[in-house]
């Protein structure tokens, strides 16, 4: 089976920098995802880590640790628009279904001025 | 490019009725597609995954029965709710993919108020 832990809650200021943690136990792994998704609304994919190591798009850039079973997504130059719900998830391939994605409980974001 | 449509967007029905939603991929052919419920303040959960052409397959605990899902397409899934209940009120998010181990993408979501 699949499952993914993270923050349920994190709160920062306008302007500052967050780090939500993902840690994960899977029996298939193929990468790591990351969503966006403010009520409401539907995820907003973020970015995907297969590899070991840093990506970076823009504000947002997402690491992968494979050996340790542990990613993150990293928020700098914080916006009242980023308040929102984020959700690691991990994909996998079962049942020749795909790409499969098991996601985490989500990390509530909440922006202060 | 990569757009997934729903609809409807939202929908309001009396117990025991049954409701229909429609998943379409608008400018690739989806080759799977996935139904997801997400009840408020939690995560997504897979109900099932459908290839075109093929039955879908349920996760545990997600009534076949209940839940329809019909994959005629490489461009239109449905998800039909039978005899829905109060406590299948929920946000219903489809998503889809192009071919083996490529990206999701997420339809806007259906929600879903049983009176």
């Known amino acids: 089976g699949q499952s993914l832990e993270q923050p349920s809650e994190v709160t920062a200021v306008e302007g500052a920098i967050v780090q939500i943690n993902c840690t994960y136990q899977?029996?298939?792994?193929?990468?790591l995802s990351w969503y966006q998704q403010h009520d409401g609304g539907a995820p907003t994919f973020l970015s995907y880590n297969a590899l070991d190591g840093l990506e970076e798009t823009g504000r947002f850039s997402s690491f992968l640790s494979r050996s340790d079973s542990y990613g993150y997504l990293l928020l700098q130059e914080l916006q009242m628009k980023d308040s929102a719900s984020y959700f690691c998830?991990?994909?996998?391939?079962?049942?020749?279904?795909?790409?499969?994605?098991?996601f985490g409980g989500g990390t509530r974001l909440m922006v202060k001025p | 490019g990569a757009v997934v449509s729903q609809h409807p967007s939202w929908v309001i029905c009396k117990s025991g009725t049954s409701v229909k939603i429609e998943c379409r991929s608008l400018?690739?052919?989806?080759?799977?597609m996935f139904w997801y419920r997400q009840f408020p303040k939690q995560s997504l959960m897979l109900m099932a995954t459908?290839?075109?052409?093929?039955?879908?397959?349920?996760e545990q605990g997600v009534e076949k029965d209940k839940f329809l899902i019909n994959h005629a397409s490489l461009t239109l899934s449905t998800l039909t709710v039978t005899s829905a209940h109060p406590e299948d009120s929920s946000f219903y998010i489809c998503?889809?993919?192009?071919?083996?181990?490529?990206?999701?993408?997420f339809g806007p979501g259906t929600r879903l108020t049983v009176l």
């Open positions: 400018d690739f052919q989806a080759t799977t």
């Open positions: 998830a991990v994909r996998d391939v079962q049942n020749n279904a795909g790409n499969m994605l098991t």
């Open positions: 459908s290839n075109e052409g093929s039955k879908a397959t349920y």
């Open positions: 899977t029996s298939g792994f193929y990468g």
């Open positions: 998503s889809a993919s192009q071919r083996e181990a490529s990206e999701q993408f």
